[in-house]
């Protein structure tokens, strides 16, 4: 079992204890405060919530857990040293020579440190080649970027060995190739950070406008592709070199208060066109905008699942869509419900396809379960009625598989009623492209106290929508398949 001592258990130390320990890790923790375990225990409780749900495949078991006070007991045989005590050198220098002088000489010891240049941690150090700066980003436990900084001291087989475990804890270790004041991202951070400043000081925007224009726009887009190949892809099938020519001239414009930029020649377009090839030139700029749109939609429809940033916006359009259709409508605004009801009406987006564009089979369960939610929606089981207790449980479901569906086709689904009385709801449901069958869910539903968790009686109102839809219903044939179970001969 490999052991990692973390030295300093505040957010970005706790961040670090969580990630070496979800991954399997036994962790130590040196801290002088005497409620140092219970500040890291709310950390831990919210990583073992969220980064297993970052893979689909479970973690190993946790390791051990232990907290110190005697820096000695603390690194002795240990393989890992994470530094994350405040950002003060002396304060830095102190502890980095504590635990060298009790800890293992080829044990990698990585700084935390936002700003520090390894050279400036390594002075007076008993052994220098030891120590590099590993900069997280918060919160440690689910975002994958470490700043790897070696200076020409550092052992750079340590540095490899820092970069392979790292790489083992889910992390993308980016090496720093020359030691720098705060590193790379930290410094593009500063210049935006210093420009938004301005901005609010100058009254040209509040820090809502600054954050809305960020998470709406451009920062989504970031997050997938970066800035320059951001930028590539702005400049058309002619790439990188295009849109230099368009936009470089911008840099001698009063856009921003940080003017302090490099001289716009012929030789940094070269390099930055051929850095920008080198990057990204084995995709056409149809497949990387293409790929662009898949990676965009899959963001946005996380934030829509969360209502939160873009997502609540696209939930705000959604309902809009929504209103005045029958995919808002309650049962007391349909006057003719002899028919199936229209309860999903979509595009297949492509998330829910595989290699192939078809959709998967767990995304026909969602359609069904989304037909599902909206016909309780419909008789009034809907999300104020839930919160005062009581809510339908699905049961029993069978899915029937007849033709494929594909990325982008508008898919519908249709839901019979083929029984509904007292505690017990029993829906069918067609999905169709146009005329055509793509699948049927059946689907056995049982109203339950969400108190007791037991089956109890719907409400009177739940009870006279659902009578109405069910007594139309009786009059239907049985649809086809209604019934079967897998493998029953026609």
């Not at 045989?77 to 060298?100: C, F, N, T, Y």
């Not at 869509?321 to 003719?336: C, K, P, S, Y």
């Amino acid at each position: 079992m490999t052991t990692a001592t973390i030295i300093g258990g505040g957010v970005i130390g706790g961040g670090w204890a969580a990630r070496f320990l979800l991954n399997g890790w036994n962790v130590r923790v040196f801290d002088p405060d005497p409620e140092a375990d219970a500040k890291l225990a709310p950390v831990l409780a919210q990583a073992r919530r969220a980064l297993p749900s970052l893979t689909d495949v479970a973690l190993p078991p946790e390791g051990v857990l232990t907290f110190h006070n005697d820096m000695a007991e603390a690194v002795s045989g240990v393989d890992w040293i994470q530094e994350s005590v405040p950002e003060r050198l002396e304060i830095k220098h102190a502890v980095l020579a504590s635990v060298q002088a009790h800890c293992p000489p080829d044990a990698i010891i990585g700084s935390s440190t936002s700003g520090f240049k390894p050279s400036e941690l390594q002075q007076g150090a008993a052994r220098p080649g030891q120590i590099m700066v590993c900069h997280p980003f918060n919160p440690v436990y689910l975002m994958p970027l470490i700043e790897v900084v070696p200076s020409p001291q550092t052992d750079l087989a340590l540095v490899e060995k820092a970069e392979g475990i790292l790489r083992t804890l889910g992390h993308f270790p980016l090496r720093v190739r020359k030691e720098i004041d705060a590193h790379i991202a930290d410094r593009f951070l500063e210049a935006v950070w210093r420009e938004a400043l301005w901005l609010v000081k100058d009254g040209v925007a509040t820090t809502e406008e600054i954050d809305e224009a960020i998470r709406m726009g451009f920062g989504i887009r970031w997050a997938q592709m970066g800035l320059f190949d951001t930028y590539r892809t702005a400049g058309g099938e002619a790439g990188m070199r295009h849109f230099m020519a368009q936009f470089g001239p911008a840099l001698k414009w009063p856009w921003t208060k940080l003017m302090d930029v490099p001289e716009f020649t012929d030789e940094l377009v070269d390099l930055i066109a051929g850095q920008s090839d080198a990057q990204s030139g084995h995709m056409s700029i149809s497949q990387m905008l293409a790929a662009r749109d898949d990676n965009l939609v899959g963001m946005m429809r996380a934030l829509k699942a969360n209502n939160w940033g873009a997502g609540a916006v696209m939930n705000a359009h959604e309902a809009a869509l929504r209103e005045g259709t029958v995919l808002g409508a309650h049962a007391d605004d349909l006057e003719d419900v002899s028919a199936p009801i229209l309860t999903v009406r979509r595009a297949v987006p492509l998330d829910w396809t595989d290699y192939n564009g078809h959709m998967n089979e767990a995304r026909y369960l969602q359609a069904f379960g989304d037909a599902t939610d909206r016909f309780m929606a419909l008789i009034g089981c809907d999300a104020e009625y839930i919160a005062t207790g009581g809510s339908y449980f699905t049961a029993e479901t069978h899915i029937r598989h007849v033709d494929e569906a594909l990325a982008g086709a508008t898919i519908e689904v249709r839901t019979q009623v083929l029984a509904g009385a007292g505690k017990k709801l029993h829906l069918f449901h067609e999905m169709f492209e146009g005329d055509r069958l793509l699948a049927t869910g059946e689907h056995f539903l049982l109203h339950v106290s969400l108190e007791t968790r037991r089956p109890s009686e719907p409400s009177l109102a739940i009870v006279v929508a659902l009578d109405r839809i069910a007594a139309a219903h009786a009059d239907l044939s049985t649809p086809e398949g209604a019934g079967r179970a897998v493998g029953q001969r026609p």
